[in-house]
């Protein structure tokens, strides 16, 4: 059960015990110790603003594992005096939930000074749990600090979603990660200066990969890393026994560098190729090194689009959904819907005409001028507008027989041009048969409208 706001614990949370865990030791007590996260707690984010101008309100912190969610729920804490009352949703149920809120309202009224309570894994309390914070959130008795792993849209119920602003948390960049190391090698109070041992840029980076964004594994694995080699008395780590102490394969990759790029090309291409075992390889390489399965998802929608099209409608569908699990789920287990999604795209048919339709369209928006609207498609509300001929000639395609009127919908200057031109493969075949019918059919209803005797 979670303590009474009564019991005699210290005012001020805890921002990095001396003889604990790297990662809680290195613990950031301030906003200007937070490495990453810069849109929230940089000079301009809205964290810094908020406690700047004491007027801070529940938030549900969003992110994945070791980005600085509880971390920062602390230092709010402490720099708006606050009472910092941590809660698990995880161990506790809705009758701590209310007499914790119970407590927080007495020391308000009391003392006149504002409860945070951080709730972790929010996203674990059923409905009922959620609604027990709602009158104390709406009377300002406590400031709730949710913290999940899992989409708040889905997991937290609207009443509650809507009386908390949702701030997304990133992974921590490689760069992120290897400054965090950097300090704990250079810091002789918390840190890891007093046993000596250097651990260079090359295996902080390999530290940094293994960590997927994530700083306290980062900081754990170079606690491990640099224990084993001070009790075999060697002054510096290299990758190899990096690799050894974590027994993973540390994989060649920079997220922001050649090889990611050259990764995701190989990726792409091989999918063009129609190559499922290629794409497979890649897209586990990929995720092996630590690549955000978020963007991978992404780069499949946008094959789906781009290279698929119309000869699979389906496919974008099915990266979609791809996506969606993979974010429900996140790593390892969303990753094989990832991996079906690659081999779906990698054997369906290709096109890229819509690609290219686009493209060209694009093209004569920006290299053509601007050119008015036919007459016949304009809208033509007022009297004053059908007296200047707006909608003069429009001809309501449902009420003909072909399902067409034969108008010409694009401006005058453009007339007869074609964007988009289907490669006869998949579903596309039957959309050629349909678009070379639908060109007849309005060619042939133009025909007869100019054979109309005039009135």
Same mark, same amino acid.
């Given at each position: 059960?979670?303590?009474?706001?009564?019991?005699?614990?210290?005012?001020?949370?805890?921002?990095?015990?001396?003889?604990?865990? &790297?990662?809680?030791?290195?613990?950031?007590? *301030?906003?200007?110790?937070?490495?990453?996260?810069?849109?929230?707690?940089?000079?301009?984010?809205?964290?810094?603003?908020?406690?700047?101008?004491?007027?801070?309100?529940?938030?549900?912190?969003?992110?994945?594992?070791?980005?600085? $969610?509880?971390?920062?729920?602390?230092?709010?804490?402490?720099?708006?005096?606050?009472?910092?009352?941590?809660?698990?949703?995880?161990?506790? /149920?809705? $009758?701590?939930?209310?007499?914790?809120?119970?407590?927080?309202?007495?020391?308000?009224?009391?003392?006149?000074?504002? *409860?945070?309570?951080?709730?972790?894994?929010?996203?674990?309390?059923?409905?009922?749990?959620?609604?027990?914070?709602?009158?104390?959130?709406?009377?300002?008795?406590?400031?709730?600090?949710?913290? *999940?792993?899992?989409?708040?849209?889905?997991?937290?119920?609207?009443?509650?979603?809507?009386?908390?602003?949702?701030?997304?948390?990133?992974?921590?960049?490689?760069?992120?990660?290897?400054?965090?190391?950097?300090?704990?090698?250079?810091?002789?109070?918390?840190?890891?200066?007093?046993?000596?041992?250097?651990?260079?840029?090359?295996?902080?980076?390999?530290?940094?990969?293994?960590?997927?964004?994530?700083?306290?594994?980062?900081?754990?694995?170079?606690?491990?890393?640099?224990?084993?080699?001070?009790?075999?008395?060697?002054?510096?780590?290299?990758?190899?026994?990096?690799?050894?102490?974590?027994?993973? $394969?540390?994989? &060649?990759?920079? $997220?922001?560098?050649?090889?990611?790029?050259?990764?995701?090309?190989?990726?792409?291409?091989?999918?063009?190729?129609?190559?499922?075992?290629?794409?497979?390889?890649?897209?586990?390489?990929?995720?092996?090194?630590?690549?955000?399965?978020?963007?991978?998802?992404?780069? &499949?929608?946008?094959?789906?689009?781009?290279?698929? /099209?119309?000869?699979?409608?389906?496919?974008?569908?099915?990266?979609?959904?791809?996506?969606?699990?993979?974010?429900?789920?996140?790593?390892?287990?969303?990753?094989?819907?990832? #991996?079906?999604?690659?081999?779906?795209?990698?054997?369906?048919? !290709?096109?890229?005409?819509?690609?290219?339709?686009?493209?060209?369209?694009?093209?004569?928006?920006?290299?053509?001028? #601007?050119?008015?609207?036919?007459?016949?498609?304009?809208?033509?509300?007022?009297?004053?507008?059908?007296?200047?001929?707006?909608?003069?000639?429009?001809?309501?395609?449902?009420?003909?027989?072909?399902?067409?009127?034969?108008?010409?919908?694009?401006?005058?200057?453009?007339?007869?041009?074609?964007?988009?031109?289907? !490669?006869?493969?998949?579903?596309?075949?039957?959309?050629?048969?349909?678009?070379?019918?639908?060109?007849?059919?309005?060619?042939?209803?133009?025909?007869?409208?100019?054979?109309?005797?005039?009135?």
């Amino acid at each position: 059960m979670a303590a009474s706001l009564f019991d005699p614990p210290a005012d001020e949370p805890a921002l990095g015990p001396a003889g604990g865990p &790297l990662a809680d030791r290195m613990r950031p007590r *301030t906003l200007d110790e937070v490495v990453g996260q810069d849109e929230l707690v940089g000079p301009e984010g809205f964290l810094r603003r908020a406690v700047a101008d004491d007027r801070l309100p529940s938030l549900v912190f969003w992110g994945p594992p070791g980005c600085g $969610k509880t971390t920062l729920a602390r230092i709010l804490a402490a720099e708006t005096r606050a009472r910092f009352v941590p809660f698990s949703a995880v161990t506790s /149920g809705i $009758k701590e939930v209310r007499q914790v809120m119970v407590d927080a309202a007495r020391l308000r009224r009391a003392q006149g000074r504002r *409860t945070l309570l951080f709730v972790d894994e929010i996203h674990r309390f059923n409905k009922a749990q959620q609604d027990a914070f709602l009158p104390y959130v709406e009377s300002g008795d406590i400031v709730l600090i949710g913290a *999940t792993t899992e989409n708040p849209s889905f997991e937290l119920n609207a009443a509650l979603l809507s009386r908390c602003r949702v701030l997304v948390l990133e992974p921590l960049s490689i760069a992120d990660l290897a400054a965090i190391q950097g300090r704990a090698l250079e810091d002789r109070e918390r840190g890891l200066a007093a046993l000596g041992v250097e651990v260079p840029a090359a295996g902080r980076a390999a530290i940094s990969q293994l960590a997927s964004g994530d700083a306290r594994k980062a900081l754990n694995l170079l606690e491990l890393v640099v224990a084993d080699a001070a009790g075999r008395g060697e002054a510096a780590v290299d990758v190899d026994r990096i690799a050894g102490v974590a027994q993973r $394969k540390v994989l &060649l990759y920079d $997220k922001a560098g050649e090889e990611h790029f050259n990764l995701i090309s190989a990726l792409h291409k091989s999918l063009r190729e129609s190559d499922p075992d290629a794409a497979v390889y890649w897209l586990a390489r990929m995720l092996a090194a630590g690549e955000d399965g978020g963007y991978l998802a992404r780069r &499949l929608v946008r094959f789906a689009s781009e290279d698929v /099209g119309l000869a699979a409608p389906q496919a974008l569908g099915l990266a979609l959904s791809a996506w969606d699990a993979f974010a429900r789920l996140g790593p390892p287990e969303g990753e094989l819907a990832l #991996a079906q999604c690659c081999v779906y795209l990698a054997l369906a048919p !290709k096109s890229n005409a819509v690609y290219r339709a686009y493209g060209a369209a694009r093209r004569a928006v920006q290299e053509r001028p #601007a050119e008015p609207v036919p007459r016949a498609l304009r809208n033509a509300p007022t009297r004053l507008l059908r007296e200047l001929d707006y909608g003069a000639g429009y001809v309501y395609a449902h009420d003909t027989e072909e399902g067409v009127g034969g108008l010409e919908c694009l401006p005058e200057a453009l007339a007869g041009e074609r964007f988009y031109a289907p !490669k006869g493969e998949g579903f596309e075949a039957e959309l050629n048969a349909r678009l070379e019918r639908f060109h007849e059919l309005r060619a042939r209803a133009r025909k007869a409208r100019r054979d109309e005797p005039k009135t």
